[in-house]
Nanobody, 123 residues
Framework: QVQLVESGGGLVQPGGSLRLTCIAS????????WGWYRQQGPGNQRQWVA??????????DYLDSVKGRFTISRDSAKNTVYLQMDNLKPEDSAVYYC??????????????WGQGTQVTVSS
């Protein structure tokens, strides 16, 4: 299996920056997609933010509202994915989750989630 551990969240003023980090351990060679989601309140659904997908040749894609402000990147040697968030806005406040798609021991596709890290943008 794969375990994901996120870090880097916190409180930042509008216009500030944060970098989220997600480190994968375990059967990391089975991972083929890496992404970030966010949940703005416990009653809301998780929203896709950005990802790097094998099917797109590793080209990143972003939620429209974060394009030009967020950058997703991956360090294969460290089994790590990052989300650099610049020019943060109050509406970016959420719990951010790392997400991977992988192949399990039976050869089936499955998804794993990290535990989440809180980002709060406020003056």
């Amino acid at each position: 299996q794969v375990q994901l551990v996120e870090s880097g969240g916190g409180l930042v003023q509008p216009g500030g920056s944060l970098r989220l980090t997600c480190i994968a351990s375990g059967r990391t060679l089975s991972i083929y997609n890496w992404g970030w989601y966010r949940q703005q309140g416990p009653g809301n659904q998780r929203q896709w933010v950005a990802d790097i997908r094998r099917g797109r040749g590793g080209v990143p894609d972003y939620l429209d509202s974060v394009k030009g402000r967020f950058t997703i990147s991956r360090d294969s040697a460290k089994n790590t994915v990052y989300l650099q968030m610049d020019n943060l806005k109050p509406e970016d406040s959420a719990v951010y989750y790392c997400n991977v798609d992988m192949t399990d021991d039976s050869g089936h596709s499955t998804t794993r989630w990290g535990q989440g890290t809180q980002v709060t943008v406020s003056s």
